[in-house]
């Protein structure tokens, strides 16, 4: 191998992305999962300056996908083909994606990985990432659950609603360009909770995302709630239950760092199940919530 260059990913790169991070990922998981191009497409489309892939004489060998939302920078996926890896290919793939964010003013740039991967936590904590807190995949079975009625949700909102609901829960986010992604990537959809003493919104995704494999759970991608209460949270997730169910999915995936440790106890009092953990770790900045709720998975 020689000449190994750092350059923007592009559309014609994903085929090879989605089988390197087949790859890549294999040892952890024990199975080959090929992410659908569409799904890479649309992470793509999400920040497109952020993600990178590592070409060299013998081609593409790895890849990084980055995204913004508003002060928040997330890093992931993160893949190297694993003939190559311990070779300095994923340390400039990092570097790459976390300059572009931090040159393009996120205040906090983070990540998720695996915390019983000594690779990864080794690899993060060597390139200046610090272990911030643990972080949950949660699940309920939706199947024949009676959801109370009465609380509803709409899809129409004002313009700058997600901004200004993100932004009083953490400092700066948006999930604006997450929400439009869904939108026109048709992977998803926002809703915004009416009825709760506080306001929050939904961001929804109903597709897989593995090639050949049928949905079987809404995965939540952001649950933001402008007020940490039980019954504002349990409500909001009735509804995403309720939707679930008219949909067909028979489940619901929630995620969840311990920043937001309360509403992990009353999802699991109200029967979630914990079915993988993670750990956020940042090298900008730190996640901090000034009230509320915010649910989310840094990993694409
Ligand atoms: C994680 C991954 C992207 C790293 O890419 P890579 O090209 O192998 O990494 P690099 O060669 O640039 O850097 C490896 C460095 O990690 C550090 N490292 C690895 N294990 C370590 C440990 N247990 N403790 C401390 N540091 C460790 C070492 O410093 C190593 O460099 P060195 O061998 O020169 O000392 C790659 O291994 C991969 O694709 N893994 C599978 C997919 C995955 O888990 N992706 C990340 C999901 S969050």
């Known amino acids: 191998m020689s000449g190994l260059k750092i350059r923007n990913m592009d559309a014609a790169d994903l085929k090879r992305v989605s089988e390197i991070c087949a790859l890549a990922f294999y040892g952890y998981y024990g199975k080959i999962s090929l992410r659908t191009i569409e799904g890479l497409e649309s992470s793509l489309a999400l920040y497109p300056r952020g993600c990178f892939a590592a ?32 070779r300095d290919i994923g340390k400039p793939l990092l570097e790459a994606a976390y300059n572009e964010l931090e040159n393009d003013g996120c205040a906090m740039i983070g990540l998720e990985t695996m915390p019983d991967s000594l690779y990864n936590v080794g690899f993060y904590l060597k390139y200046g990432f610090d272990m911030q807190h643990p972080a949950l995949v949660l699940e309920k079975e939706v199947k024949d659950v009676e959801t109370p009625a009465g609380y509803e949700w709409t899809e ?11 932004a009083s829960v953490v400092e700066g986010l948006d999930y604006s360009v997450e ?9 998803g959809k926002t809703y915004f909770f009416k009825g709760l003493a506080g306001e929050g919104f939904a961001i929804l995704r109903h597709v897989s995302i593995i090639e050949g494999q049928k949905a079987e759970s809404l995965f939540v991608r952001a649950l933001v709630l402008t007020r940490e209460d039980r019954n504002d949270l349990l409500r909001a997730a009735a509804c995403i239950e309720r939707y ?54 840094w990993i694409m």
């Open 55 to 86: 070409q060299d004489d013998e081609g593409i060998s790895g890849f990084i996908f980055s995204r913004k939302l508003g002060s928040l920078g997330w890093i992931g996926v993160l893949g190297v083909d694993p003939c190559r890896h311990g």
């Open 156 to 166: 129409s909102a004002c313009p700058g609603d997600i901004l200004r609901i993100g």
């Open 179 to 187: 929400a439009a992604n869904a939108e026109k990537f048709g992977w």
């Open 244 to 297: 679930s169910q008219s949909i067909n999915l028979r489940k619901v995936t929630i995620s969840a760092s311990a920043a937001n440790a309360n509403a992990v106890r009353w999802l699991i009092e109200a029967g979630y199940r914990v079915t993988k953990t993670s750990m956020r770790m940042m090298r900008k900045g730190s996640y901090k919530l000034s009230g509320g709720v915010e649910l989310s998975r």
